[in-house]
DNA sequence: GCAAAGATTTGCT
DNA sequence: GCAAATCTTTGCC
């Protein structure tokens, strides 16, 4: 029987993240997020998750992005200030983080699709425990303890593996929407360790978007940690398959 | 006012 | 490997 309990190792030191970053191409800021840090902090609970996988979103033209409606009231921050955060509820059941980017009336955002826990890996655990409960119908004590045996049998890096499981774990919903990630004291923030060795950074198509036309469906416009064990989605499942 | 589909995850065949 | 779970938002009548 593995101890799984957590001698997690001190946190690296982090400074708040520049808006700057974000403020400019939406793709540069894309690539800055892989390898920044996602933090959510409430006293003693403290998340910690770096980020290794993110898709961008671009202006009214991209046919995958929630900007293709023009501003409605679900998706007008895009349009406002970059830093900001976008949540939005996906499939009647999962709420997915994003980041405002690009200038103030530029509509752009970046999803955070996956991150590596570094610190406060059971409280997530018990935040995607919480939000399963929240969400299923017939959730029974049965139900419950079985889903609660699943979570605490994932290894660390599989809890954050998809932005649903990302927001979950975070804590994060729709209300979220509006949050100043770059307020350096924020409970819910961005961060940046400035000594960690620059983080290698692929780009591949855009997961769940079939429904949009070429050339979105296709464009390189995912942006991963190619080393991480987080990673999310069919191709990342099969490569962890196929390695086991 | 109603029908349809979605930037997902999980369970079961 | 496929389909369910679940509900908001959009689009069309």
Redesign the pocket.
Known sequence: MPDRRPTEPPLPTLTSFDRACLAGDPLDAARALVGAYLVREAGDDVRVGRIVEV?A?VGTGDA??????GP????RV?WGEPGRA?V???????D?L?VVVAPAGQPA?V?V?AVEPIAGIEPMRAA?LAH?GA????WTDTRRE??AI??GGLDPPRVT??????AAAFSIG?TDTGTDLCAPDGSLRLAVSPADFPTEVVATP???????AEPWRSIAWRFVDPMSASL??PAAASRRRSRA
Request: aromatic share 14%.
């Open positions: 898709e979103y995958a992005s929630h900007a293709r409606f409605t009231d679900r998706n895009m976008y939005y509820l996906v499939y009647g059941m999962y997915c994003n955002a999803l699709r995607r399963a969400r299923r119908h017939a079985a889903e699943r979570l593996s998809g932005p649903g499981a990302v729709r855009r997961v769940g978007i079939a429904y949009a999310s989605g």
